[in-house]
């Protein structure tokens, strides 16, 4: 018999998104809630972090929100969210 472990984190888990400079790795936190505006640059190597700012802003704060939304389940709805994760171990 085979077996697959699958694995999940449920929205409620996450609790911020985390962008990493490509230039000079360093990450940056940026919480569910609160967060209206993001990092232009890396403040560490002040490298840009957003091409075409505007438009990626936006998906990003609508990421966000979708986020902060459903990670409490309304009661009136009959599901919850979550997200299936990689499992390293099988790679
Ligand atoms: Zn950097």
Do not use: Y
């Not at 077996?3 to 940026?30: A, G, Y």
């Not at 609160?34 to 704060?61: M, Q, V, Y």
């Amino acid at each position: 018999m085979t077996t697959e472990n699958k694995h999940f984190i449920s929205l409620d888990e996450i609790l911020s998104i985390v962008f990493k400079c490509t230039h000079c790795q360093t990450r940056i936190s940026i919480p569910l809630t609160g967060s209206e505006k993001l990092p232009a640059k890396c403040p560490s190597c002040d490298f840009s972090l957003l091409s075409e700012r505007r438009s990626t802003e936006a998906r990003i704060l609508d990421f966000l929100r979708f986020i902060a939304d459903f990670k409490t389940p309304d009661p009136k709805w009959q599901f919850s969210f979550a997200l299936e994760i990689r499992n390293r171990e099988d790679e």
